[in-house]
């Protein structure tokens, strides 16, 4: 991972579910990120998958998720 790539982490089946059940949202709500973007490339995750991005902020650190298509 480069020094300025956002952390970020695959999430498991019962992670996606209590994630869609507090957003109250479906899977093809979520925002979509490319297989081929380079973030993904590295992670080797397969289509489908919700993987979890973590970004600094000046308050801390933000969480966005995103669907791999």
Do not use: W
Request: with cysteine.
């Amino acid at each position: 991972m480069h020094i300025l790539q956002s952390k970020h982490t695959n999430l498991k089946p019962e992670e996606v579910e209590k994630l869609l059940k507090k957003y109250n949202c479906s899977l093809s709500q979520l925002p979509k990120i490319s297989k081929k973007d380079p973030q993904i490339v590295e992670a080797d995750v397969d289509v489908g998958k919700v993987v979890c991005f973590e970004r600094k902020t000046d308050d801390g650190v933000e969480e966005y998720f995103r669907v791999v298509v």
